[in-house]
Each structure stands twice: as C-alpha cells, then as structure tokens.
C-alpha cells in the first residue's frame, strides 16, 4: 500500500522528516518496506528559468534558425540558437540553461551542454510544453505570462509536486490503516507517547447542504446481511472534465492514473478516508431506483474491462429497475459509468458484507481498490461522513448542485464491540509492568473508550473501524505497539522447560531419514498441498469423488488437496530437467488428502524420486545411472536404519508403475516404489525414466515403534559358501528360488543371493542363468564337507523337480 507524506501532512502536522516517520510507522506495526521520491514532473523543472527574449535576428547559415538574445537575471545576456517558429522578441519564455536534465518522451535524461549550432555558440535552450513534461505540444516554444521576472525559477510558476511515498507492506489485520486517514491515526497515537500531542486534522463537512430536490434515486436493499448500510445522494448539472493538477498530482503519487475529475474525486477519497465510492450516470438509471439484491445464476453482465462475465447466485448487485449496473463492493459495469457527456450524478457509499465481497470477487478473479478495501471490512460508521466529503469535493472539481437528501439505509447499527481489560493478563503477556495512567494514555489515543475501571481491569469499547480487535489479547498487542517494542526491558533470567520426548517421536524419525538421505545425495523438497484436479485422471486409483475440494480456491490449478505425492514432485523433477538439471535424486515428506463417506483423512507419505544419474560424471565410474536397484537398495537402508528387518517383497497393483514391486512388513504394506509409466511421463514433459517410491509414514512409524531390538553374540565358528550355476526358464523369477532355498534348510542356512545374470547366444532359447551363492553357518559346531554336500544335493533336487532348472 502506498502512502503520500505531503498527503499525510493535510491530517497532522508531522514533526519529523519522512525517514524518522517511516521509523515509527513500522514500530506502529504498518512495516514501511521502502520510500520512494515523487515529482509530479521528472526532474523537477530544476535549472529551468524564466528568459526574456531581448531580440531575434536570422541565424547566418540556416535559413530555419535564429540567434536569440535572452536575459535569464544573470550578469550575461545568453545568446541561445532556437529553430522554433513561435519565438519572438519580447516574449518570457522557459530557458534550460547548461548543466540543466532534460527527459524525454520515455524518460531517458540528456544534458544540456555548451555547444555551437552551425558555427553559431549557443548557451542553453528555450523549451517547449512537451520538453518540460508540462503538455504534449510541440508546435513551438512555451510562451509565459508577461509579468513574470528574468532568472525567476519555471518551477515555482508551476504546481510541482515533491513528495516522498511510503511503501507499507500491510498485514490483512490493519483495515483500519487502509487509507491516508487510518495511518494519521496511528501517528498521532505514536507520536503521543514520544510525548508529542498532535491534532488530528479531519476533512469537514459542514459545507455538505442541499441545493434542491430535483432527483431523488430511491433504493431499496432486498438483503440487508449482504448490505447492512446503504447511501446514496444526487448531484446535477456537473461538467466531466480533467481533474486540477494539485488532485492527479495526489493520485500520481500513490499510482494511480487520473481520468476525470469525477472518478479521481472517488479515488481520492477513497485513499483519504478509506471508504470507496461508486460514482453512477444518473440518466443511465433506468425507472430512477436502485435495487441492492441478487440476481439468477447464470446472468450475463459486462463489467468495466468489457469482460461479459456469468453472474453467481449470491453475487451482490447494484441494479437499475431492468438491469444491473455493478458487481456490489467489486467492479462497476461498462454501460453505468461516468462518460464525457455524463452531467448528472448517482453516488453510493455503502458498507457490504465483508466475506460476500471476497466470495464474490474471488468466483470472478478481480481484485480492486473497492474489493481490497471491503474484503478486510471498513468502518460501517463513516459511510455517510464519506458520502458529504466526496460530494462536496465533486462540486469543488466539476462543479453541479446536490439535488436530493441523503438516503442512508441503516438497518440494525452495528455495535462497537466490548471487551474486559485485566491488569494482570495485560502485565503476564507483555513481560513488563505497565503504569495504569500509561494503558489509559494509549487507549485514548487510540480511540478505545475506558468505560470503566475495577481493581482488576478495565471496561473498554473498541471503535467500529478497528474490525480486528475484538478479544483482550488483541487490546493487549494494541498497546504493546504503541507502547513500542523496544521499549520492552529484557529480563536476567531466562525461563524454559524440557519436553519429554520418546525416541520415536515423528520429528526424530523423520530427521533421521532426512539426515540419512542427505548423506546419500537427495534433495529435500517442499511441495504445496494444493493441487490441479485434472491430475486425478492420471490414475484409476484416485477418485472425483475423494477430492477434498476449497471453498475459496485462489485458482483453478490449486482447488483440491493432493491425494499422492507423485505429481507434485514430477512438477519439480520436469522443472529442473527444463533448466539442464537433469541428474535428480529427491525426498518430501508431507501428506496426502481424502474424502472418504467415513469422512476426511490426512495421511503422511514419505516420496522418492530418482532419475539420471546417481553421482556425477567422472572417468572412473561406467554405469552411472539410478536403477531399480539403486532406488531398492535406498529403501532397504531407510528401513534398516528404522530397525524394520523382517520385511517381504510383493507384486504392486498400482497404475502409476510400469514395473514395480511393494514391500511390507506383516500385514502392513510399508513401501511401493517402481518406474514410472511413460504415460504419466510424458504429461509433464519428461522424456527420461524416473523411479519413484511411496512410504506410508504413517505405517512406517508405526511398525518401527513395534520393532524389538535384538542381540546375537559373534558367530564363533565359520561359514561356507557353496555356488550354483541354475539354467532355467525365462518365467522362473529370482524369488522362487530363495523360497525353495528357505524351506528346503531353514537351520544352517543364512542367506540367499544372486550375484551374476546371463542371457546370451550360447543358451537355448527361452532359457537364462542364474549364478545363486548360499552361505551356511552352525551356531554350535564348524560345519563339515558331509554336511554341506548333503543340504546342496536337497536343493539341487528341489530346483531341478519345481524349476526345471539344470546345473551348468
């Protein structure tokens, strides 16, 4: 929000200079996050002076030019080469004299130098209006009053405006500090207990009176929860043209562009006081009514932007007695709006239910002045004061008659609101004792009436423009930030308490695994929880129907909560493959999202994401890439490190993978990871595989909570390793043969492993060797050659009866 300081300087006399102003405001709480210097003209008009031209004669080698002797006040008559068509003796004209910047058209700075014009000197330059930004001819030179005095600077002819503009990064709380007005306020409150008493300067009114009753505009409210205050009043007879420069040179400052005095003038008070204004084409109001209600779903209206936009049922409007005129609070329509020929005038100032206007602006994505300020919810209590000052504004600026009485529609008064100070909860939250002469002092300059005080407490009422204070805590951080925060004394002792927490706390878990993951190259990712809801059709496992769908999305893209992990960590991978980052290796933790007939549910996923290469280039590493073996190899030391050993592997039955597998621990499906179908792939942009796998944190945690840790002593004596060479079936799978090995010898035998794959020319068709290590080991005795040779000959049996498998 931006704040002009010479506007401020109408409400109160700031005794400090724009940097020591901006340092209160944001110990105030309105953070003033940058100022920014304004001219209402570039430059200035700095170095521009008023020049009488003494004479005129032809320049001797150009037929265009002519050399001017010109006084600008100085010792030395100038002598300037001017080629305009206007100049003449006598005239007092603008003169840039050397060293003066000039700007042009797109605000680019020249000099003005010393410098001879076909062999003629020439010491400055006679401007026009379009030179000195103060018009858009360029027919000729600028010609000034008669009366004016050489050397007198330009700038003081001129209305130049030289402001300084706050930058407040408003938080959504502060509606009271929406305008000019508000932020006054708050001043004269700081300003306060530095010991300075200020007055705050209103705008009057007192000159508001009725000229006559010639056009009185009826309104009628259909819904007064939508519109609790309505005003309106007419004025006759005015002339729409462009606004005094002193009332653009205030809107310019703040960025906003002017149009017509008539719309400038409801800006303008808008900014002032914070109250927005609709200004309507009286002759355009058809039957001579306002109606203030809703209209049917699906009705066509085409706001001021010519966009034609389809009305919702509880969108708010402002009609006439056939159509509507303006999305109440939001946007006005195109065919009700002040025009060049406009003379009569139909002014509303209201106060709109503050959620109706953001529902309403939301559903048409238009976020405006108006919109801004009635979504956070504005004073209900100066819609008439607002009304009076605009009006009388519009009679300064566009001249006219007031030519009704104000019809203000104010239902059921809204209340301030009532809140109970305690002393001591008032002392327990800011640290500090404070004087009761001090929390008084505060209150009043914040408008907070004492109604009454007990040895305990106070009895307040807070004034209707603070919306956002309406609890005891809330008059606590009031006063603590006028009070000042740096005031705030810092204690010797330092209390704190120590959380008990076991070792399977989610944090612990989860920073463990991140640690771990960290160390193994992966990135953490941070994934928003909202999503687009077209990524349900990527999957039959997701459902419409499980959607947990925002009431008050910000767009379409993010309108439903996630239901997987996937798809927002496919945006980030196809991000940074778009930006030659193709070697990924990511983790998130966070949670999916479901709206189940049972009700809705949040469960948390940890996700992997794995894609190119594992490790960087280099000379001394071939086969870089990340597998399936690699991305398996990560879950089985996540699962290690969580002490989850007993674990079995299993088909996956999702439809994201083209090929994966799912590993469990008992009847709890822990982990599903695979490679990711090239379908899904592909609608992200990703031409490369990417690997991905899906935790059930949840369940995760779970079962390492149940895990025992057990002890074994040393293994005191050796163990022996025997090979197969298995020739088998394309069909038989790696795991059937640990089966088979498991149960044939469930005592010696302690682990399984395939360490070589061959598939070749020199096999038969359909058929591939497995190379199968067995390691066995006696707890209580070394093993002998018998022994072994007889649990080999068991499963070379098995294998050749189940498998059909030779031994090579």
């Not at 006005?332 to 109706?356: C, M, R």
């Not at 945006?571 to 980052?581: G, H």
């Amino acid at each position: 929000m931006k704040i002009s300081y010479n506007w401020l300087k109408q409400f109160i006399k700031l005794p400090k200079n724009p940097e020591e102003t901006g340092y209160l405001l944001t110990d105030l709480g309105l953070e003033v996050e940058g100022i920014n210097n304004f001219q209402s003209i570039k430059g200035a008009l700095e170095g521009i002076v008023t020049g009488h031209v003494l004479s005129c004669i032809p320049h001797p080698n150009a037929d265009r030019l002519q050399l001017c002797k010109i006084d600008v006040g100085s010792d030395e008559v100038l002598q300037i080469v001017c080629g305009a068509p206007n100049i003449a003796a006598g005239q007092k004209v603008p003169v840039a004299t050397i060293g003066t910047t000039l700007y042009d058209e797109k605000g680019e700075a020249w000099e003005i130098k010393k410098g001879k014009i076909r062999g003629e000197a020439s010491h400055g330059m006679v401007c026009s209006e379009s030179e000195l930004g103060l018009g858009s001819s360029h027919d000729g030179i600028m010609v000034l009053k008669e009366n004016l005095t050489p050397g007198m600077p330009v700038a003081e002819i001129f209305e130049i405006e030289n402001d300084q503009v706050f930058e407040i990064g408003l938080t959504p709380n502060r509606a009271d500090a929406m305008s000019h007005w508000g932020v006054a306020r708050d001043l004269k409150a700081g300003y306060q207990q530095q010991d300075l008493s200020l007055e705050l300067i209103t705008p009057s009114v007192s000159g508001f009176h009725v000229d006559s009753r010639s056009l009185r505009i009826p309104i009628h409210v259909e819904d007064s929860n939508l519109a609790p205050r309505y005003c309106g009043v007419t004025i006759s007879g005015i002339k729409v043209s462009d606004s005094p420069q002193w009332l653009q040179n205030r809107l310019k400052a703040i960025g906003i562009n002017p149009k017509n005095n008539i719309v400038d003038a409801t800006n303008y008070v808008m900014h002032e006081l914070g109250q927005p204004l609709h200004a309507f084409d009286a002759e355009k109001i058809v039957g001579n009514e306002i109606h203030v209600k809703t209209l049917k779903a699906g009705t066509k209206f085409t706001t001021l932007d010519e966009v034609e936009r389809e009305l919702h049922a509880e969108d708010l409007m402002i009609c006439d007695s056939e159509k509507p005129l303006c999305i109440a609070g939001v946007f006005g329509g195109i065919n009700s709006g002040v025009s060049e020929d406009t003379t009569k005038l139909f002014i509303e100032s209201a106060y709109f239910n503050p959620v109706s206007v953001r529902k309403t602006a939301k559903r048409h994505g238009l976020n405006t002045d108006a919109s801004f300020r009635f979504e956070r919810g504005i004073d209900p209590n100066i819609t008439e004061y607002a009304l009076k000052r605009v009006s009388i504004l519009i009679k300064e600026v566009a001249g006219g008659e007031i030519t009704s009485d104000i019809d203000d529609l104010y239902f059921k008064k809204i209340e301030d609101f009532q809140v109970f100070l305690t002393f001591e909860k008032v002392n327990k939250l800011i640290g500090q004792n404070l004087a009761e002469e001090t929390i008084k002092s505060i209150l009043a300059s914040l408008e907070i009436r004492v109604n009454n005080i007990t040895e305990s407490g106070m009895g307040l009422t807070i004034p209707s423009f603070r919306v956002d204070v309406q609890r005891e805590s809330d008059v606590i951080e009031e006063i603590l930030r006028v009070y000042g925060y740096n005031n705030i004394e810092s204690g010797t002792k330092l209390n704190a308490s120590i959380a008990n927490s076991g070792k399977f706390e989610d944090y612990k878990l989860q920073n463990l695994i991140a640690n771990q993951l960290v160390g193994q190259g992966f990135f953490e990712t941070m994934a928003n929880s909202l999503t687009t809801p077209t990524y349900i059709k990527l999957s039959e496992q997701l459902k419409d129907e499980q959607n947990v769908v925002m009431l008050n999305p910000l767009s379409q893209d993010l309108s439903v909560m996630r239901q997987s992990l996937l798809f927002s960590g496919l945006e980030a991978v196809s991000y940074n493959i778009n930006r030659k980052q193709a070697d990924l290796k990511l983790f998130e933790f966070g949670k999916t999202y479901h709206n189940y007939e049972s009700g809705r549910i949040e469960n948390k996923h940890l996700s992997l994401f794995v894609t190119g290469n594992k490790f960087s280039e280099s000379w001394n590493t071939s086969n870089n890439s990340g597998n399936f073996f690699y991305i398996k190899g990560t879950i089985e030391r996540i699962l290690e490190r969580l002490g989850i050993n007993s674990i079995k592997t299993g088909e996956v039955k999702s439809d994201i993978f083209s090929e994966g597998i799912s590993i469990s621990s008992g009847k709890a499906k822990l982990v599903e990871f695979g490679v990711i179908k090239k379908s899904i792939l592909k609608h992200f942009g990703i031409q490369q595989e990417v690997l991905f796998a899906d935790f059930n944190w949840d369940l995760v945690q779970e079962t390492a909570k149940n895990q025992k840790t057990k002890f074994a002593a040393i293994p005191k004596f050796p163990a022996v390793r025997r090979d197969f060479a298995l020739l088998i079936d394309n069909s038989v799978n790696y795991k059937q043969i640990e089966d088979i090995a498991n149960q044939t010898e469930k005592r010696l035998l302690q682990s399984v492993n395939l360490f070589d794959v061959y598939q070749g020319d020199k096999l038969p068709e359909g058929k591939k060797s497995y190379a199968v290590s067995f390691k066995f080991q006696d707890e209580n005795n070394t093993l002998t050659d018998k022994q072994v040779d007889k649990v080999m000959s068991k499963l070379k049996q098995r294998f050749e009866k189940e498998l059909q498998a030779e031994l090579r």
